[in-house]
C-alpha cells in the first residue's frame, strides 16, 4: 500500500504544452505539499494546502497551478511548459501544518521538457 | 550563504565502516528532519527531533541546539546505505517553513 503516490513517474513533453501531476494520500493526513528539485538537487517548497485551502504559495510562475479537490488529494497542473520547468517534482503530506509533522513523500515524477 | 549547510558534500568509505554526516543551521528552529533519498529518487523520512539524540536501528541522530549542530551517523555501514541523505530544519523564524540542506551523497563500497 503506497501512502503517497504520484502519477505518471516519467513526463516527457515539449514546450508549449500543458500537463497535470497527481498525487494521493491514504494516511489520512491534513497537508500536502508540491516540492520542486532542481538540478543542484535542493528541495524548494511550491505549495502547501491544509484541508483543501491553500497556506504555502511561494513564488512560483501562475502557470503553475494546483488543485484539490478533497484533503486525500493535490494536483499539480502547469500551463505552457518551458524548458526551465524541467526537473523532479515531489508530492508530501503531513499529518498537520506546521511544527512537528514528518513528512512523507511521494516517488517524484521526472518531468523533461524538451 | 545557505542557512542549512551539510558536509561532506560526497563521501565514498567502505563496508562497515563508521559513517557521520553534518549538518549546521544558522536559524531558530522547532525541530530537524533527517531524510534519506535512494538512487531510484524517493525519499525517506528517517528522523525528526529538537533535541538529544535518536536511533533506529544502525542509524543515531543527534542534535546541540545550542550549537545549531546535528549529525547523523551510520555504524557497521552497508552497501544499501548509499543514498543521499538530507537534512531539514523547521525554521520559526519563517513561518515555520522547513529549509532544505543540499544533501550528502554517501557511496558505501563492499
Known amino acids: 500500500d503506497t501512502a503517497v503516490s504520484q502519477t505518471p513517474k516519467y513526463l516527457v513533453t515539449q514546450m508549449g504544452n500543458d500537463k497535470s501531476i497527481k498525487c494521493e494520500q491514504n494516511l489520512g493526513h491534513d497537508t500536502m505539499y508540491w516540492y520542486k528539485q532542481d538540478s543542484k538537487k535542493f528541495l524548494k517548497i511550491m505549495f502547501s494546502y491544509n484541508n483543501k485551502e491553500l497556506i504555502i504559495n511561494e513564488t512560483v510562475p501562475n502557470r503553475f497551478s494546483p488543485k484539490s479537490p478533497d484533503k486525500a488529494h493535490l494536483n499539480l497542473h502547469i500551463n505552457s511548459l518551458e524548458l526551465g520547468d524541467s526537473a523532479v517534482y515531489f508530492c508530501?503530506?503531513?499529518?498537520?501544518?506546521?511544527?512537528?509533522?514528518?513528512?512523507?513523500f511521494g516517488n517524484g515524477t521526472r518531468l523533461t521538457v524538451t | 550563504k545557505n542557512e542549512v549547510e551539510q558536509s561532506p558534500q560526497n563521501l565514498t568509505a567502505q563496508e562497515g565502516e563508521f559513517i557521520t554526516i553534518n549538518c549546521s543551521y544558522s536559524v531558530g528552529i522547532s525541530a530537524l528532519h533527517w531524510l534519506q533519498q535512494h538512487p531510484g529518487g524517493g525519499i525517506v523520512s528517517l528522523f525528526m527531533?529538537?533535541?538529544?539524540?535518536k536511533k533506529h536501528g544502525r542509524l543515531i541522530a543527534t542534535i546541540n541546539i545550542q550549537e545549531k549542530h546535528s549529525s547523523l551517523h551510520i555504524t557497521a555501514s552497508h552497501p544499501r546505505d548509499s543514498a543521499v541523505y538530507i537534512c531539514a530544519v523547521r525554521s520559526v523564524d519563517s513561518n515555520y517553513q522547513l529549509i532544505w540542506g543540499a544533501g550528502t551523497k554517501l557511496i558505501i563500497k563492499p
Open positions: 508530501a503530506s503531513s499529518q498537520r501544518a506546521g511544527r512537528d509533522s514528518p513528512l512523507h
Open positions: 527531533l529538537s533535541s538529544g539524540k
